[in-house]
């Protein structure tokens, strides 16, 4: 009986790893046609646009990250920054920069804004209302763009089904072992699997790096405060503009992410987070994610395998694949880095740790303080 269910076992590792070496060609393959799209062409006016930035706490970076926002070569923008607490230390970043571009139109709002079980959203809710134009761009503060961020964005928005617009993004790392695995698994896990989902569905969700909307659509949805209730907000705000009849666009720009954990444990909770979050979110499409793990699937295959030549031809395949995709990932998503193949196992070992440990509870940590997550992504 003992062998009989380790045959099942070895032959369903088998089909899994199968099923994941065929899923990092397609990553491979999503990848190279992302690099290869052609320029989109410049919309035939630019409307004027209001960046929020929301703020809590001092980061790593953050200057220049809150910079790059105020340096962009586009002709009428607002930003807005904005924290809860007004004796929050990121606000004295963000007033150094009001004095350091007067001729921008730059402002700092710092109030409770309003009580959601989200706090980002309720931040956003307070800022909203200093908002001039009617294009929304929501970034989170941990990103850095390029002076042309803004054009891209605008761009796609030249179509008027457009409601809503996001940006892949890209994992740069502090120095240190835990922000090097953590952008490895940004890059590599799920920048990566964005561009194989949308081989097969539209877009119908954003990301909280670039979050863009038409105020219309924003309004259509029950503004701000119908995003509220849920952890994944970026998640939510694409599928409710997408629900009211609007296309999700893709823009033509990839964003940098700060990384900077300061340590394993810290990586692990903030992974464990999105986890959770997507699970809560997309319970299908989060089990069906298991085959993106093609590394620790060939080793339990392997393990358990009869065929050492079978074991062995598994391994080598998924081996040589997942380097071909961390090189892939890295000239697409973040080109300033280095290769690090040596970061691999590591960094494929702790994100499967943290899909299976989503299955078994349902509480995080965002930003030091917990919070339990129901189906639909709803917090409480």
């Given at each position: 009986?003992?062998?009989?269910?380790?045959?099942?076992?070895?032959a369903?590792?088998?089909?899994?790893?199968?099923?994941?070496?065929?899923?990092?060609?397609?990553?491979?393959?999503?990848?190279?046609?992302?690099?290869?799209?052609?320029?989109p062409?410049?919309?035939?006016?630019?409307?004027p646009?209001?960046?929020?930035?929301?703020?809590?706490?001092?980061?790593?970076?953050?200057y220049?990250?809150?910079?790059s926002?105020c340096?962009?070569?586009?002709p009428q923008?607002?930003?807005?920054?904005?924290?809860?607490?007004?004796l929050d230390?990121?606000?004295?970043?963000?007033?150094r920069l009001?004095?350091?571009f007067?001729?921008?139109?730059l402002?700092?709002?710092?109030?409770?804004?309003v009580?959601?079980?989200?706090?980002?959203?309720g931040?956003?809710l307070?800022m909203i209302?200093s908002?001039?134009?009617?294009?929304?761009?929501?970034?989170?503060?941990?990103?850095?763009v390029?002076?042309?961020?803004?054009?891209?964005?605008?761009s796609?928005?030249?179509?008027p089904?457009?409601?809503a617009?996001?940006?892949?993004?890209?994992?740069v790392?502090l120095?240190?072992i835990?922000?090097?695995?953590g952008?490895?698994?940004?890059?590599?896990?799920?920048?990566?699997s964005?561009?194989?989902?949308?081989?097969?569905?539209p877009?119908?969700?954003?990301?909280?790096?670039?979050?863009?909307v038409?105020?219309?659509?924003l309004e259509?949805?029950?503004?701000?405060?119908?995003?509220?209730?849920?952890?994944g907000?970026d998640?939510m705000?694409?599928?409710?503009?997408?629900?009211?009849?609007?296309?999700?666009a893709?823009?033509?720009?990839v964003?940098r992410?700060?990384?900077?954990?300061?340590?394993?444990?810290t990586?692990?909770?903030?992974?464990?987070?999105?986890?959770?979050?997507v699970?809560?979110s997309?319970?299908?499409?989060?089990a069906?994610?298991l085959v993106t793990?093609?590394?620790?699937?060939?080793?339990?295959?392997?393990?358990?395998?009869?065929?050492?030549i079978l074991a062995?031809?598994?391994?080598?395949?998924?081996v040589?694949?997942?380097v071909?995709?961390?090189?892939?990932?890295r000239?697409?998503?973040?080109?300033?880095?280095?290769?690090?193949?040596?970061l691999i196992?590591?960094?494929?070992a702790?994100?499967?740790?943290?899909?299976?440990?989503?299955f078994?509870g349902?509480?995080?940590?965002?930003r030091?303080?917990?919070?339990?997550i129901?189906?639909?992504?709803?917090?409480?």
């Amino acid at each position: 009986m003992a062998f009989k269910l380790r045959d099942v076992a070895a032959a369903t590792a088998l089909a899994l790893t199968a099923a994941g070496l065929a899923y990092s060609v397609a990553e491979i393959a999503g990848m190279r046609r992302f690099r290869r799209r052609s320029p989109p062409a410049p919309p035939a006016s630019l409307p004027p646009i209001t960046i929020l930035k929301p703020l809590h706490g001092g980061e790593p970076q953050l200057y220049e990250n809150l910079r790059s926002f105020c340096e962009q070569t586009y002709p009428q923008y607002q930003v807005i920054f904005g924290a809860r607490d007004p004796l929050d230390p990121a606000l004295d970043v963000a007033r150094r920069l009001v004095q350091e571009f007067p001729e921008r139109d730059l402002c700092v709002v710092a109030s409770s804004g309003v009580r959601t079980p989200n706090p980002k959203i309720g931040n956003l809710l307070g800022m909203i209302g200093s908002a001039k134009h009617d294009v929304l761009v929501i970034a989170d503060s941990d990103i850095r763009v390029g002076t042309e961020y803004l054009r891209a964005v605008a761009s796609a928005f030249r179509d008027p089904c457009v409601g809503a617009a996001t940006c892949l993004y890209g994992g740069v790392p502090l120095d240190g072992i835990a922000p090097q695995l953590g952008a490895t698994i940004v890059n590599e896990h799920f920048m990566a699997s964005v561009l194989v989902a949308l081989m097969i569905e539209p877009l119908a969700y954003t990301f909280g790096a670039t979050m863009a909307v038409r105020r219309e659509a924003l309004e259509r949805i029950g503004g701000l405060a119908a995003l509220g209730g849920f952890i994944g907000d970026d998640f939510m705000l694409g599928k409710l503009v997408s629900e009211a009849g609007y296309e999700i666009a893709l823009c033509p720009y990839v964003v940098r992410m700060t990384v900077a954990d300061p340590d394993v444990r810290t990586l692990w909770l903030h992974h464990l987070r999105w986890q959770r979050t997507v699970r809560a979110s997309r319970p299908r499409g989060f089990a069906g994610s298991l085959v993106t793990y093609v590394l620790p699937l060939a080793c339990i295959s392997a393990l358990l395998n009869r065929s050492p030549i079978l074991a062995g031809a598994t391994l080598a395949g998924a081996v040589t694949l997942r380097v071909i995709v961390h090189d892939e990932a890295r000239k697409t998503f973040a080109p300033e880095t280095h290769l690090a193949p040596w970061l691999i196992p590591a960094a494929d070992a702790l994100v499967f740790a943290t899909w299976i440990a989503a299955f078994f509870g349902s509480d995080v940590t965002w930003r030091g303080d917990r919070y339990e997550i129901q189906d639909g992504g709803h917090l409480m």
